[in-house]
């Protein structure tokens, strides 16, 4: 059975909770490392991206490409976790 729509709030929130757990592992080896980005969930904006102190709407919409490709790389492997990408190529 198709669980209520109530859940989806929930779920949503732990994709990007899980995701930021990813970027936070990707980060640490990165040579980005020093840098502080995460990823949040607002019910009003949907995912935030934070990178030293800036908010940012969208992941499109941060300045800095090397961080762009950090956040899509976790968002790849979140992916490839959960048997994603075959339907996002």
């Known amino acids: 059975p198709t669980p209520p729509?109530?859940?989806?709030?929930?779920?949503?929130?732990?994709?990007?909770t899980q995701i930021n757990d990813i970027l936070q592992e990707v980060l640490a080896e990165s040579p980005l490392a020093e840098r502080k980005i995460s990823l949040m969930q607002e019910p009003s904006?949907?995912?935030?991206v934070w990178v030293d102190g800036s908010k940012?709407?969208?992941?499109?919409?941060v300045p800095d490409p090397a961080v762009k490709e950090l956040i899509?790389?976790?968002v790849r492997k979140w992916e490839k976790k959960n048997?994603?990408?075959?339907r996002y190529p």
């Open 45 to 48: 904006m949907g995912v935030i």
């Open 56 to 61: 940012y709407s969208s992941i499109d919409s």
């Open 83 to 86: 048997d994603l990408s075959r």
């Open 5 to 16: 729509a109530k859940s989806e709030a929930p779920s949503a929130q732990s994709i990007v």
């Open 72 to 74: 899509q790389t976790a």
